[in-house]
Each structure stands twice: as C-alpha cells, then as structure tokens.
C-alpha cells in the first residue's frame, strides 16, 4: 500500500487561499492518479480533483473548477492542492487517495487514504 500524509488545512476567511499538500511513500505508484476529496459534516465524500504522475494530466470536479489547482512534485512525491477564492461551502475534511482502480473518480475506486485535514472557510 501507499502511505499518504495530508498537511496544510486550517481557518481561512471567505475569498482567502490554503495549499493542501499530501506526501506519498511505499511501493510504486508511478503509472497512477493521485486524488483530493472532501467530505463535509452530514455529506457523502467527494471527488475535488485528480492527477496523474506521469505526464501531470489533471481532472477537477465541477464545484471547483477555476479556484483550485491539484499539482505535483514528482522528485518530493507530494501532490498539492491550491485552494483559491474560499466559500464557506468548501469547509470540509479534505482527504488525499491513491491506489486507483481506474474505474471512475468515486471514493470506492481508490485503495488507499490519508487521515485528512480539516478546511473551515469563515463567512
């Protein structure tokens, strides 16, 4: 499996930005997407974005397209997250995945999770 460590979270106003990053270690995971989900209190989790190591293709989900950026820095195996223009409706414990399936971009088709880091957007 891929061990998967989240950092970054915090309280930020309404309009501001956070980076999340998600460090990877363990075995090979080179060929496969890396993904960023949230789930809020009393909501389902759900796909933010993704990307893939080799070649850096990105897919974002609909609700956040335009403000945030998923990244990568192949050398330090950590995939970021740039969070910009913050709703209060982005407020949520934001998870980083591995082990994708190749399915679709639900939680059920990634193996592997990170603890996750809390996002609060103040209004």
């Known amino acids: 499996q891929v061990q998967l460590v989240e950092s970054g979270g915090g309280l930020v106003q309404a309009g501001g930005s956070l980076r999340l990053s998600c460090a990877a270690s363990?075995?090979?995971?080179?060929?496969?997407?890396m993904g960023w989900f949230r789930q809020a209190p009393g909501k389902e989790r759900e796909f933010v974005a993704a990307?893939?190591?080799?070649?850096?293709?990105?897919t974002y989900a609909d609700s956040i397209k335009g403000r945030f950026t998923i990244s990568r820095d192949n050398a330090k195996n950590t995939v970021y997250l740039q969070m910009n223009s913050l709703k209060p409706e982005d407020t949520a414990v934001y998870y980083c995945?591995?082990?994708?399936?190749?399915?679709?971009?639900?939680?059920?088709?990634?193996?592997?999770w990170g603890q996750g880091t809390q996002v609060t957007v103040s209004s």
């Open positions: 990307i893939y190591w080799s070649g850096g293709s990105t």
């Open positions: 995945a591995a082990d994708y399936d190749g399915s679709s971009w639900v939680p059920s088709a990634f193996g592997s």
């Open positions: 363990g075995r090979t995971f080179r060929h496969y997407p």
